[in-house]
């Protein structure tokens, strides 16, 4: 078995010469988690906003619903997901079991109730009257929607960015519905399982300091776009 050191240095060897396998491994994981934080963004904002602005029967429920499923692990999500499209399952005949798109639902199934929670908390600091007002000055449903939004932006982007880091870094889904097809739907998370398991740890560091450095850059994205908005005493 490789020692700390060993691994350590071969791992900074893979991402320098640019390791093939490994960077089509973070390729595929970025590919994946990308397309589905943009496939679920629009709807689950739009959600957010329904549920801060507007009152209809079952509101505080579906709230309710989607901090509940804050909490659901992705194995379970997997599992659902697995059921639903192994050919026994109802969505048998789609044949999207071990793909990529069945591990972009799976990752939107678990970036949505993040993105509604965290969108309406933010959403519902915001002063009513901002709403209010830009309606009143004749600006169309539209309109007055973006001007919230551009008025709730920081709170916005910390729930995209808490919602990204969730599904890129997430296993259970990823394997359940993927697979782990080396080149196929191997993806960061996956990948580093696989090593460990073997006692290879060499690329599994390699992959851990990607999504270190990912979040990072993600943290000092989202601290730099706050401050830009912060106002000057």
């Given at each position: 078995m490789e020692t700390l050191s060993e691994a350590s240095l071969q791992a900074?060897?893979?991402?320098?010469?640019?390791?093939?396998?490994?960077?089509?491994?973070?390729?595929?994981?970025?590919?994946?988690?990308?397309?589905?934080?943009?496939?679920a963004a629009p709807f689950a904002l739009i959600c957010a906003f329904m549920l801060a602005y507007t009152q209809f029967p079952g509101r505080r429920l579906l709230i309710s619903f989607f901090n509940t499923a804050l909490s659901i692990p992705a194995v379970v999500v997997g599992l659902t997901l697995?059921?639903?499209?192994?050919?026994?399952?109802?969505?048998?005949?789609?044949?999207?079991?071990f793909t990529q798109e069945a591990m972009i639902i799976g990752q939107i199934l678990l970036c949505f109730p993040i993105l509604?929670?965290?969108?309406?908390?933010?959403?519902?600091?915001?002063?009513?009257?901002?709403?209010?007002?830009?309606?009143?000055?004749?600006?169309?449903?539209?309109?007055?929607?973006?001007?919230?939004?551009h008025e709730t932006r920081f709170g916005l982007t910390a729930a995209l960015v808490a919602a990204f880091g969730r599904i890129i870094a997430e296993v259970g889904s990823s394997m359940m519905v993927g697979g782990n097809i080396l080149n196929h739907t191997?993806?960061?998370?996956?990948?580093?399982?696989?090593?460990?398991?073997?006692?290879?740890?060499?690329?599994?560091?390699?992959?851990?300091?990607?999504?270190?450095?990912?979040?990072?850059?993600?943290?000092?994205?989202?601290?730099?776009?706050?401050?830009?908005?912060?106002?000057?005493?």
């Open positions: 900074l060897y893979l991402l320098f010469t640019g390791d093939r396998e490994l960077w089509t491994i973070i390729g595929i994981s970025f590919t994946v988690s990308l397309r589905a934080i943009l496939f697995y059921m639903t499209l192994s050919r026994a399952g109802p969505l048998g005949n789609l044949r999207l079991l509604v929670a965290m969108g309406h908390s933010a959403l519902q600091a915001t002063d009513r009257r901002v709403w209010e007002t830009a309606l009143t000055l004749g600006a169309t449903p539209l309109r007055a929607v973006i001007t919230v939004i191997r993806n960061i998370p996956t990948a580093i399982a696989l090593e460990t398991s073997k006692g290879s740890f060499a690329q599994g560091i390699a992959l851990g300091l990607v999504l270190l450095l990912l979040a990072l850059a993600l943290n000092l994205a989202l601290t730099s776009i706050q401050g830009k908005g912060a106002v000057s005493p």
